[in-house]
C-alpha cells in the first residue's frame, strides 16, 4: 500500500511538471537541441554489438588499499581519520589488495597522454562484485550489455570517450564475501568505501589512465576542475552508496554491534553520517537505491551546506520494484526543496512496469551517462520527473 501512495505521489508531480515546465527541455548551445539529451527509453539498438573496430575492452586491475574495514569492525586508514568522525575506532593497518573491472573506450592508446577522458564509477547490488553491471545484464553476440552501450553512444557522437570503473564496492577484510547477513563485516564495508574511493581507488585510476581529473592536485581550481570530469552512480545497494556516501547521507552498522532496532526489519540500524564526496563528482547517480539511503532531506542538506553545487542528480526506480520503490519515494521526498539551488540538474525517473532488474538498470546507466558526458551543451538548469515505458 505504501509503495502504491509512493507510486501515487510521483505520477501527480509528474502532472504538475509538465504542466508548469512548458519548454523546459528546449534549448542549445553548439548547434545542438536539448531534446539530443532528453531522457528517453533505452533504444534495443544500443544492445547490440558495434563492429568489432568500434569495441571498448574491460580489463581486471589490482590495486593496493589502505582505508577498509578489518575483522574487529575498526577502521584501518592511513589517512589519520578521527574516530568521531568514523563512528568507529580507527587504526593503522597492512594494505589489502582489491581488483577492479576497468572499461576502456576503442581507440585508447595507454602512451598517447594528450588525449584525456572523462570516468564514471558505477557500482554494483548488495549480492555483487565487480562482475554484476558486466555479466548481469547479460550478452550479446559474446559482447556485454553494459558494453555494447557505451559502445553505441561513443560510436553515434553521443558522448566523449570515456573509462568506466566497475569497483567492489565492500571496503572490508572480506570484500570478496557476497553474502548478505548484517552482522557479517563485508556488510558494513558498503557504508565505508568513501575512505577508499578518495584515498584508494581515485589515485590508483588517475595516476594510471589518461584522466582529464588528478586527484593528485589538491588546489582550489583543480578541485573545481577535477569534479566535472568524474561521475558515479549504482544500482541498488551501490546506488544507496552513490547517494548517501557522496551527498552526506549516513552509514548503518549492525544493530547487534550498535544496539537499537532496524527500521528496515534487515538488522541495519542507522549511525553516523558521511563526511560527503562532492569535491570529489559533480554527477550522482541512483537505480532502484537500496533501503538504507537517506532520506531527501538529509541528501538535500548535505548538497545544501557543501561549498560545490551538484551538476547532476539522476535517481530512477521501476514503479513495480517491491524491493526498492518505497526508498526512491523517501530518498527524493523533499531532496529538490533542501538541496536549492545547490542542484544544477535535477532527473526523477520511474520506469513503468519497471522491477528489480537490468531493465531499469541499464536504462538508468544509458541515460545517465548521456547527461553526465554529452556532447550536447545545456544553458540552463533543469527539473524533470518523468514515467519512461520501460522498453
Not at 297 to 324: F, H, K, N
Amino acid at each position: 500500500m505504501r509503495n502504491r501512495l509512493v507510486l501515487l505521489v510521483v505520477m501527480i508531480v509528474v502532472f504538475v511538471s509538465a504542466a508548469l515546465s512548458g519548454s523546459a527541455a528546449e534549448g542549445s548551445e553548439g548547434g545542438e537541441s536539448m531534446e539530443s539529451v532528453a531522457v528517453i527509453s533505452l533504444p534495443a539498438a544500443y544492445r547490440q554489438p558495434v563492429p568489432s573496430e568500434q569495441r571498448g575492452t574491460v580489463t581486471e586491475y589490482t590495486y593496493p588499499v589502505h582505508n577498509y574495514i578489518n575483522q574487529n569492525r575498526q577502521l584501518v586508514t592511513n589517512q589519520g581519520i578521527g574516530s568521531e568522525e568514523a563512528g568507529r575506532e580507527t587504526v593503522l593497518g597492512n594494505p589489502i589488495n582489491k581488483r577492479c573491472y576497468v572499461y576502456l573506450p576503442p581507440g585508447y592508446d595507454e602512451s598517447d597522454k594528450d588525449t584525456k577522458y572523462n570516468v564514471l564509477y558505477l557500482l554494483h547490488g548488495v549480492g555483487g562484485s565487480r562482475f554484476e553491471w558486466p555479466y548481469g545484464s547479460g550478452q550479446i553476440n559474446g559482447n556485454f550489455v553494459i558494453c555494447n552501450i557505451l559502445d553505441n553512444l561513443i560510436a553515434n557522437g553521443e558522448i566523449e570517450p570515456l573509462i568506466v570503473v566497475f569497483p567492489e564496492g565492500r571496503s572490508s577484510f572480506e570484500w570478496q564475501n557476497t553474502a548478505f547477513t548484517a552482522d557479517q563485516i563485508n556488510i558494513l564495508g558498503f557504508y565505508y568505501f568513501d575512505y577508499e574511493l578518495r584515498y584508494d581507488l581515485i589515485p590508483f585510476i588517475e595516476s594510471t589512465f589518461n584522466t582529464y581529473a588528478n586527484i593528485a592536485d589538491a588546489s582550489l581550481e583543480a578541485i573545481e576542475y577535477n569534479r566535472k570530469h568524474r561521475a558515479i552512480a549504482g544500482l541498488s545497494m551501490g546506488g544507496m552508496q552513490a547517494l548517501n556516501l557522496t551527498l552526506g547521507g549516513y552509514r548503518f552498522d549492525a544493530a547487534k554491534y550498535t544496539g537499537g532496532t532496524s527500521a528496515f526489519g534487515n538488522g541495519l540500524v542507522q549511525t553516523v553520517q558521511a563526511p560527503g564526496m562532492q569535491d570529489l563528482f559533480a554527477y550522482v547517480g541512483a537505480f532502484s537505491n537500496a533501503p538504507t539511503s537517506s532520506e531527501g532531506r538529509v541528501l538535500g542538506s548535505g548538497i545544501a551546506a557543501s561549498g560545490y553545487p551538484m551538476e547532476l542528480v539522476y535517481i530512477t526506480c521501476g514503479d513495480a520494484d517491491g524491493i526498492a520503490m518505497f526508498s526512491f519515494g523517501s530518498a527524493t521526498a523533499g531532496l529538490l526543496d533542501t538541496g536549492g539551488d545547490k542542484i544544477l540538474d535535477y532527473y526523477q525517473v520511474v520506469i513503468k512496469d519497471g522491477k528489480h532488474d537490468f531493465n531499469v538498470w541499464n536504462n538508468g546507466a544509458y541515460n545517465f551517462v548521456r547527461l553526465c558526458f554529452g556532447k550536447a551543451g545545456q544553458v540552463e538548469s533543469r527539473r524533470v520527473i518523468v514515467t519512461l515505458d520501460r522498453w
